[in-house]
């Protein structure tokens, strides 16, 4: 019979040890690693960097080849009758003919085409790596709220079993005063009722526990069956003092930005179709025409020369498409501004959001000193028989309730500084505490 239990403690043992001991820097690293969005991402910036190469690329010049066969059954002929009875025949022609070409063309003028195009490419990487940066933000702010979350959730976890266990030491002392005739059958149910709910606030810290371990456990990619352990501890948070508030450094700043110069790019190549494309270029083409039909041989040739387009439409389309493209412009610098406005004040109430936890903490830490004085003097008045059991249970139920604000504000705070260095645009986001 005694097998059973020893079985159990072991298997308990190994969970308990198998469980991953993770810090906030450690989860923040495997979060990046399983980001989708991040990965989405970064295969824009990816696309983005080869279309810029692609942009420069295009002022080099351009090499295209062209060759052909045929065969023609019939030919015509020539014949010529010198004297009589002797003719001279020649076709004029071959039955097979080939030709091949070698074209090098080199832009020489466009008006801007080419670096209007270079500008947005430009422009384009630029955004694609402010809206990598975004996702990449996100996804270390979301963690730490992960994060912060389970921690708070084991440490209720923990006040709540802390305060069942001196729930069982006042429900054991009013059993041996009731039993003694020192209480009342009103202090014993009171107790139980007491001792009773202190058990389901256990078990409802439990259940809260397992919901935030599954938040994180999904946001790191890792298996929801694996226990984890947050290894950080959360000291006392540090009064904020002279914090910034300029959110000027966002991603989504930059991305407004870049989105502006994609813009302006835009309205430089409909203004370059006002004006004409220069190109030079060599070809050299070897076969038909180049073949001596007389001598009978094949020849090749060089040729250089230069082309010029210039093309108008007769109802001003390049004026329109570049009024359009002007209103597409001042449309982003009106967006960038509002993005400008709306994170600054974001960062503004982010300050006033940590102040204010900070000063939560503060007073809960202050409560927290003076109710847990208050129960261990009541304790002795109980025991003394000066303190009724009612009133001891109301100020043991005062001070679990102060442990939970304790934590709680703790965890706020670290919370709130999360929230903090995100609206802001700061480095601290992605490393630990």
């Not at 929801?224 to 959360?234: M, R």
């Amino acid at each position: 019979m005694r097998v059973l239990p020893i079985l159990i403690l072991a298997v308990l043992t190994a969970g308990v040890a198998g469980a991953r001991d993770l810090t906030l820097e450690q989860a923040l690293r495997l979060a990046e690693d399983h980001s989708f969005r991040l990965k989405q991402a970064r295969a824009g910036t990816q696309s983005a960097e080869s279309g810029r190469s692609a942009a420069r690329l295009e002022r080099l010049p351009t090499l295209s080849a062209t060759a052909s066969a045929r065969y023609t059954e019939n030919i015509p002929a020539l014949s010529v009758e010198i004297v009589p009875g002797t003719i001279f025949r020649r076709e004029l022609g071959t039955n097979e003919t080939y030709q091949t070409d070698l074209t090098l063309i080199l832009p020489l003028y466009t008006g801007g085409k080419i670096s209007s195009a270079i500008d947005l490419a430009d422009a384009n990487l630029s955004y694609w790596q402010a809206l990598e940066q975004i996702d990449l933000d996100r996804t270390y702010y979301q963690t730490r709220l992960a994060y912060f979350g389970l921690h708070l959730a084991i440490a209720q976890r923990k006040t709540a079993e802390a305060s069942l266990k001196r729930m069982k030491v006042i429900n054991d002392d009013v059993l041996s005063r009731f039993n003694a005739g020192m209480a009342d059958s009103v202090d014993l149910l009171e107790s139980r009722l007491a001792l009773t709910r202190a058990r389901f606030a256990v078990t409802q810290a439990e259940l809260n526990t397992g919901s935030r371990k599954i938040e994180l456990l999904t946001s790191l990619g890792l298996d929801l069956a694996e226990e984890v352990n947050p290894t950080d501890s959360l000291p006392s948070p540090p009064s904020p003092q002279d914090v910034a508030s300029n959110a000027d450094s966002r991603p989504e700043i930059a991305a407004a930005t870049a989105s502006i110069g994609m813009r302006q790019a835009g309205v430089n190549l409909e203004k370059a179709d006002y004006f004409p494309t220069l190109s030079g270029y060599t070809n050299y083409s070897y076969g038909k025409p180049g073949y001596d039909m007389f001598a009978d041989e094949w020849k090749d040739n060089f040729t250089v020369g230069a082309q010029l387009n210039w093309s108008f439409n007769l109802g001003n389309r390049t004026g329109a498409k570049k009024r359009s493209a002007l209103q597409n412009l001042e449309a982003a610098r009106h967006y960038r501004d509002y993005i400008s406005e709306s994170l600054n004040r974001e960062a503004s109430l982010a300050v006033e959001q940590l102040r204010l936890a900070y000063e939560k903490y503060s007073t809960a830490a202050e409560q927290h000193d003076l109710t847990a004085r208050n129960y261990r003097l009541a304790r002795v008045q109980h025991r003394e028989g000066a303190l009724s059991a009612n009133r001891l249970l109301e100020i043991e139920a005062g001070l679990t309730e102060v442990e939970f604000s304790l934590i709680a504000a703790r965890v706020d705070y670290y919370i709130a500084q999360s929230h903090y260095f995100y609206t802001v645009g700061s480095n601290q986001l992605r490393e630990g505490i």
